[in-house]
C-alpha cells in the first residue's frame, strides 16, 4: 500500500511539473508573438510615415516643376514679345531710311531739274547771241564756227535725246560737245550722261568704264560721286559685291558731303 501510494505521488508531481512547464513555454510563446506584432505595427507605421514623405515630396517637386514651367512660358512669352518689338522697329528704321533716300533722291532730282533749267536758259541766250551777232567769241576753248550751236545749246540738245529715249544719238551729240568744248563747265556730266546711255542700252562694261572715267578725269566735279555710285549699282547687279564695297567706301571718303555718301553708308550696311 505503501509503495503503491509513493508511485502515486511521483506520478501526481510529474504530471505537475510537466503542466508548470507547459504553462511557462505558452506564456514565452503567447509573449513572443505579442512582440512581433508591435514589431509588425511599428514597421507599418513607418512604412506609411515614409509614404507619406513620399508623397510630400512628389507633390513639392511637381510645384516646383510646375513653377519652373510657368517660369519658362512668361519668359518665352517675353522674348516673342521683345521679338515683335525689335522687328517693329526694324521696319520702323529701315522704312526710315527708305524716306531719307527717297528725299534725298527727291532733293537731288530737284536739283538736276535747276541745273537743266540753267542749261536751257545758257542754252537760249547762246541762240540770241548767235542772232544778234555774226562774230564769234574770242576764248579759244569756247570758239565755234559762225552758225553752228554753242556748248550749252549741244548740252541741251544731246540732254534732249536722251529724255526722248534716243541714246545712241545723245550719246553722239555728247561726245562732239567734249570734242568742241572740252572744258567746258558741264563736260563731267556730258561724260556722265555717255555712261548712262550705254546702261540705257545694257551695254554694262562700257558703263562701268566711262563711270570709271567719269571719276578719274574729272575728280573733283559733281558728277564723280555720281558716276561712283552708279557704278557701284552696276557691280552688285552683277554680284561683284567686294569692288562694290570698295566703291561705296571710297564715295564716303573723298566725298562725305554728297547725296550719293549718304546713299553709299546705307548700302555698306546691305551689301557683304
Do not use: H, W
Request: glycine share 4%; net charge positive.
Amino acid at each position: 500500500m505503501m509503495m503503491q501510494s509513493l508511485r502515486q505521488r511521483r506520478t501526481r508531481g510529474t504530471r505537475i511539473r510537466f503542466l508548470a512547464s507547459r504553462s511557462v513555454v505558452l506564456a514565452l510563446g503567447t509573449t513572443g508573438c505579442l512582440a512581433s506584432t508591435g514589431d509588425i505595427r511599428t514597421l507599418q507605421d513607418e512604412l506609411r510615415a515614409l509614404r507619406s514623405s513620399i508623397a510630400q515630396t512628389d507633390t513639392t517637386r511637381r510645384a516646383q516643376a510646375d513653377t519652373a514651367l510657368m517660369l519658362i512660358a512668361r519668359a518665352n512669352d517675353s522674348l516673342r514679345l521683345l521679338s515683335t518689338r525689335f522687328s517693329a522697329f526694324q521696319a520702323n528704321v529701315s522704312g526710315g531710311m527708305y524716306d531719307m533716300n527717297r528725299q534725298l533722291l527727291q532733293i537731288q532730282e530737284l536739283s538736276g531739274q535747276s541745273q537743266r533749267r540753267l542749261q536751257e536758259l545758257r542754252a537760249s541766250m547762246e541762240s540770241r547771241n548767235d542772232a544778234l551777232t555774226t562774230s564769234p567769241p574770242a576764248a579759244a576753248d569756247s570758239a565755234k564756227p559762225q552758225g553752228a550751236p554753242g556748248p550749252a545749246q549741244l548740252f541741251q540738245i544731246a540732254f534732249d535725246q536722251m529724255q526722248r529715249g534716243s541714246f545712241g544719238v545723245a550719246r553722239s551729240s555728247f561726245q562732239d560737245l567734249l570734242v568742241r568744248y572740252p572744258k567746258f563747265e558741264e563736260a563731267p556730266s556730258a561724260q556722265l550722261y555717255i555712261g548712262q546711255s550705254f546702261a540705257e542700252e545694257k551695254n554694262t562694261a562700257a558703263a562701268d568704264s566711262v563711270y570709271q572715267l567719269v571719276v578719274s578725269k574729272y575728280p573733283q566735279s559733281k558728277a564723280a560721286p555720281t558716276a561712283l555710285y552708279k557704278y557701284a549699282l552696276s557691280l552688285i547687279a552683277q554680284k561683284k559685291n567686294t569692288p562694290a564695297r570698295a566703291a561705296l567706301n571710297r564715295i564716303v571718303k573723298d566725298y562725305p558731303s554728297s547725296d550719293e555718301a549718304s546713299l553709299a553708308r546705307d548700302l555698306l550696311r546691305t551689301t557683304k
